[in-house]
Every structure is written in structure tokens, then in C-alpha cells.
Nanobody, 124 residues
Framework: QLQLVESGGGLVQPGGSLRLSCAAS????????MAWFRQAPGKEREGVSR????????DYADSVKGRFTISRDNAKNTVYLQMNSLKPEDTAIYYC?????????????????WGQGTQVIVSS
């Protein structure tokens, strides 16, 4: 059974850092593009970052470039999102998602499998 389980969310002050993790099981991890999405209250879900199956190609939303870093450890079936210089506007529920490795977008409708989400709150 395919499963994605996020962890690492929490409350952090502006300028702080968090590292999200997403543990995957039930599928051949390196065959899949992995991505992080987020959804703030009253807003649509948006793509934050994606990483190719091998980990060699990454992509970021303009709003997080230079602050967030996506990575994956295929030996551990885990994808990470290191978030630095956090801003209040980064407050959202963060989801990891998986799509077949041919997918090179951050459109949510291209992703088949989703985790349950982890809450990130950036506030003083």
C-alpha cells in the first residue's frame, strides 16, 4: 500500500528554519518525481518545489527560491524540504506528493499520491 507520511512542521519565528521530511513506502521510490506543495487558509494549493527521481534536477516556486532546498535520499525513501529565512506568508499546510518520473511540473493535478500534510506556522 502506497503511503506518504510528512513530519517536521511546527511553529517557528520569522527568520527561522524548519526541515520537513516525507517518508514513502509501497512503491519504487526512485521511479517517482517527488514534490512539496502548500495550502494556506483561503488559498489554492500551490507547488513549492520538486525533485527528479535521481535527485539531480530540482525546481522551485519563485516565492521560495534561495530560501528552500529540496533533496531526497533514495536509500531511505525520504524526501526533505529545508526551509530557511521563513516568512509569515510561508504559513500553510505542507504536503508531499509523488508522480511518475516523466512528470516535470509542479501542477497538483499531475501528482497521483499525496501525504496527509504537516502544518507550518511562521509567527512571532
Amino acid at each position: 500500500q502506497l503511503q506518504l507520511v510528512e513530519s517536521g512542521g511546527g511553529l517557528v519565528q520569522p527568520g527561522g528554519s524548519l526541515r520537513l521530511s516525507c517518508a514513502a513506502s509501497g512503491f519504487t521510490f526512485n521511479y517517482y518525481t517527488m514534490a512539496w506543495f502548500r495550502q494556506a487558509p483561503g488559498k489554492e494549493r500551490e507547488g513549492v518545489s520538486r525533485v527528479s527521481g535521481s535527485g539531480s534536477i530540482t525546481d522551485y516556486a519563485d516565492s521560495v527560491k534561495g530560501r528552500f532546498t529540496i533533496s531526497r535520499d533514495n536509500a531511505k525513501n525520504t524526501v526533505y524540504l529545508q526551509m530557511n529565512s521563513l516568512k509569515p506568508e510561508d504559513t500553510a499546510i505542507y504536503y508531499c506528493a509523488a508522480a511518475p518520473r516523466r512528470i516535470t511540473t509542479m501542477r497538483q493535478y499531475d501528482y497521483q499520491y499525496w501525504g496527509q500534510g504537516t502544518q507550518v506556522i511562521v509567527s512571532s
